[in-house]
């Protein structure tokens, strides 16, 4: 299927009108980055996430009212996956010292309740976990398993057959669940998963994450060097750093604006830029391929209009492949749930922009470097 085929825009003609465009857009998202800066998911900052989800639909500002309560230090409460389910975030690690016996006493109200009158001994007990010991290896599996369905992390000593030990780790979550099990009793929940990142692990992913993307973009400066002329792999490095800092100024920009919108930088969201980078440069070097074939063909035309000529007739493959890939982005933010939702908005705004960009920064660059410099370009 042919769109455009007739295509005739001097698209580098409006450069200068777009460049502007693209210094407005970066420095007010630069602007927001300075300000508000970007919000920075627990594995980057570190602490611990726990997802609740309820049976009935729950009022988000009461939850938040009584999570702000339990004492939980610098606390975040989002809904998570629609009406019922809600995202419980905190810097905090451990449960306090203080409230452990709390917790143990919850835990033995629940063994006393599957099995009255049972002898169980603690045979070890840490600042985050407990161990018991059951009278036989039978009660101590029905135990480890109904204690589970209850909400709590348990797992046996080993798989031995004479075995009848239970280790329970006490998380944020037993806390959390002690405080709101009461309140909620009419509307039960259940705890569906807590994530912990320690802050040592979080500054390590920071780093990681920039050599990453800079070693990518350091990749992609030599292939497209050797590839092509030097001149033709700034202009596309300079068209990555402009789609990176466009999209990351809009995460800053519309965190807390669109609700249900997951906008925190994850290890999910570092996954998307990078693919971000890896879709918005093949878009470009197929614009590159063919400039480069028609420099070839026709030698007499000047570099601007070959230029337009090129991004003419490869504008119906962009616009067929680019909407394309909008399709499944959009299904993946609509339907792709809380975990998936910045990832896919990372593409979405990824794919209009690194388009845009094909177009309008790393040709255009090309353009003026050759006519500031009065440089001829031969392949």
Not at 55 to 63: K, R
């Amino acid at each position: 299927m042919r769109l455009f085929e007739n295509l005739n825009i001097d698209f580098l003609g409006k450069r200068k009108t777009f460049f502007f465009v693209s210094v407005i857009v970066i420095l007010i998202g630069f602007l927001s980055l300075i300000f508000r800066g970007l919000a920075l998911g627990i594995d980057f900052k570190g602490g611990s996430e726990v997802a609740l989800q309820f049976e009935n639909e729950i009022d988000i500002s009461e939850v938040r009212d009584q999570v702000n309560q339990i004492g939980l230090g610098n606390v975040e409460v989002k809904t998570f996956g629609g009406t019922t389910g809600i995202i419980i975030r905190t810097e905090i690690q451990e449960i306090p010292r203080e409230i452990f016996p709390r917790v143990i006493s919850t835990i033995e109200t629940l063994i006393d309740r599957y099995y009255p009158g049972t002898q169980k001994t603690i045979i070890d007990s840490t600042y985050n976990s407990v161990t018991y010991s059951f009278d036989t290896p039978e009660i101590t599996e029905d135990l480890n398993i109904k204690l589970f369905n209850a909400g709590f992390q348990t797992s046996r000593i080993s798989e031995e057959l004479n075995n009848t030990g239970i280790i329970i780790r006490i998380g944020i979550s037993d806390w959390i669940k002690e405080n709101l099990i009461e309140k909620y009793a009419d509307n039960k929940f259940t705890v569906l998963k807590e994530d912990k990142v320690g802050p040592k692990i979080g500054q390590e992913l920071k780093r990681d994450t920039i050599i990453a993307i800079g070693l990518s973009l350091i990749g992609i400066l030599i292939y497209l060097g050797f590839r092509f002329k030097w001149t033709f792999a700034v202009g596309a490095v300079a068209a990555l750093f402009h789609d990176v800092l466009v999209t990351l100024g809009l995460f800053s920009l519309l965190y807390d604006v669109i609700p249900g919108l997951n906008l925190e930088i994850s290890l999910a969201v570092v996954a998307a830029f990078l693919t971000l980078v890896g879709y918005s440069i093949n878009d470009t070097v197929v614009v590159f391929d063919r400039i480069r074939e028609y420099m070839k063909i026709h030698k007499t035309l000047g570099l601007q209009e070959v230029m337009n000529r090129a991004i003419n007739r490869t504008m119906s493959r962009t616009i067929i492949t680019g909407l394309t890939t909008l399709l499944t982005v959009i299904v993946l933010i609509i339907f792709g749930g809380e975990v998936l939702r910045g990832f896919a908005f990372v593409l979405f705004i990824g794919i209009v922009v690194g388009t845009y960009s094909s177009i309008f920064v790393a040709s255009s660059f090309v353009l003026e470097y050759a006519l500031k410099n009065k440089k001829q370009i031969h392949f």
